[in-house]
């Protein structure tokens, strides 16, 4: 075939071929793999990259499709992916939109429900210590239920019969389907704002997971840690568990269940008060009996019978009071008559004459010592100073001269001690033991030679 002949394609055309039979062949697939590289983009997007042992594929999750996804997506999750296949030319790639994600081997509702629990525990919304006790007498309760369902009917109904008198503030609000969470919500929020709330029932009747699911939204759970009004969670039958059931103050099994623990009986009420009452009127009359006796005895006493005596006992106490006053006073002057003496003496001994007279002797006392040992010491240097001054004159030049001998010097003042240091014609200088000569060589010899 000629360079014309050939069925030449363009990249973009065999793209937009390739584009067409793919998006036709999977309109719509499942596919099962595991989650990597998982990313959430400002834009709300997801994109990820499914793999199993021998391939890849890229995923898109757009935004839209994701809010229906109720658990939270990452790295190494085993998922069931449905959606279409596509093509994206820009790149020339082909990737998998996703319409619906599911966990494998693990239901999607559960996932959320076990992955949004853990992540509340560790914040410690579920501590103990945020509990709150329920107040013992509430005069206005706020119920946020649905109004038409059978949860609000069996409240009602039990509060009628238990204490019919209390002021009830019902919330209306959507508990299952879409806003359902954001009503509930905004429910409490709404009793709480009310003001003179003092307990607030969150519940609806029993049904399946995905009906009692806007229970186990985290809007929903925040709103009940955040109410300022201690919460019941009165969700379901006595199996359905919430994470409502956590994070509030108290949970009952049911919503007639939360009607009994916030309403007392009124005649179990009555009862307690009657009890009370004859507790009180008992004590009381033990009281009386006792300050009766306690009076009778009282009265009795010899200080309401006698009055002067408490007098005399005082009289005595004061007579008392003052010998030990005298004795302690006479103490006082002896004491403080010893201790003038002492200063007394102190002082006469610290006078300035005293101490002259001290300073004095001492003063004569180390002068004798002084000039005694100076005496010792001139003695003692005066002998030394012999000493060496006969060595020094031993070992004196001018000792040496006055033996017979002199001392030849050049003009320079170096000593000549052989022939050979000078020359004829040059003067030298001859110390004698008396006085000294002022010479000319005539002639040198190196060896003393005898003159014939």
Known sequence: MTGSERPVLTVSALTERLKATVEERFPMVWVEGEI????????????????????????????NRGRRIRFEPGDGLH??????????????????????????GLGALQLAFDQLKARLAAEGLFDEGRKRALPRFPKKIGIATSPSGAAIRDMLRVIARRFGELHIVLAPCRVQGDGAPEEIAQAIRDLNALGGVDVIIVGRGGGSLEDLWAFNEELV????????????????????????????????????????????????????????SHRLRRAMGRRLEHERQRTTALATRRVLTDPSRPLRDLHRRVDDARGRLHRAMERLMRQSAHRVEMATAGLRSGSPRARLARDRHRHETLHARLEAHAARALETNRGRLGLVAGRLHSLSPLAVLSRGYSLTRTPDGAIVRRAVDVRAGEDVEVLLHEGRLDCRVIATREHDEPQV
């Open 36 to 63: 990597s590289n998982f990313k959430i983009y400002a834009s709300g997007h997801a994109y990820f990259t499914l793999k199993d042992a021998g391939a890849q594929l890229r995923a898109v999750l757009f935004r």
């Open 79 to 104: 998922v069931l992916a449905m959606g279409s296949v596509e093509v994206y030319p820009q790149r020339g790639e082909y990737q998998l939109v996703v319409e619906l994600l599911e966990p494998r």
């Open 221 to 276: 759970v925040r709103a009940i840690a955040g109410s300022k009004v201690p919460t019941i969670s009165a969700v379901g039958h006595e199996v359905d568990v919430t994470i409502a059931d956590f994070v509030a103050d108290l949970r009952a099994p049911t919503p007639s269940a939360a009607a009994e623990l916030v309403v007392r009986e009124k005649q179990a009420v009555v009862e307690s008060v009657a009890d009370l």
